[in-house]
């Protein structure tokens, strides 16, 4: 199984990114996906997540400004990020808890490859 993030970018300050991530593979079914996101030195640290049944999580320092939201059918999730801050410049990684065919029993945490968010002042 492998995730694939898309949608990162150079934006000014004020302005609006939307991240996507599917994942790809022998998959059964998934669970939670969310959003984390990495600067240099850091660690990486949530943003945001989503449970199947639409559950959300939102770290404070972007709520009201970022919403996660899923596409079940399409196994995707999706990161509407706007009145972008410069602090918000990162590595944004996306994350799933995964059942796949093979094993249906046993739930696995994936990471995507990450996707670079830029924010200029």
């Known amino acids: 199984v492998q995730l694939q993030a898309s949608g990162g970018g150079f934006v000014q300050a004020g302005g609006s990114l939307r991240l996507s991530c599917t994942p790809s593979?022998?998959?059964?079914?998934?669970?939670?996906m969310g959003w984390y996101r990495q600067t240099p030195g850091n660690q990486r640290e949530l943003v945001a997540t989503?449970?199947?049944?639409?559950?959300?999580n939102t770290d404070g320092s972007v709520l009201g400004r970022f919403v996660i939201s899923r596409d079940n059918l399409k196994n995707a999730v999706y990161l509407q990020m706007n009145n972008l801050k410069p602090e918000d410049t990162a590595v944004y990684y996306c994350?799933?808890?995964?059942?796949?065919?093979?094993?249906?029993?046993?739930?696995?945490?994936?990471w995507g490859q990450g996707t670079l968010v830029t924010v200029s002042s």
């Open positions: 593979g022998s998959i059964y079914v998934v669970n939670t």
């Open positions: 989503i449970s199947r049944g639409g559950n959300t």
């Open positions: 994350n799933a808890d995964i059942r796949t065919r093979n094993d249906p029993s046993r739930l696995t945490n994936y």
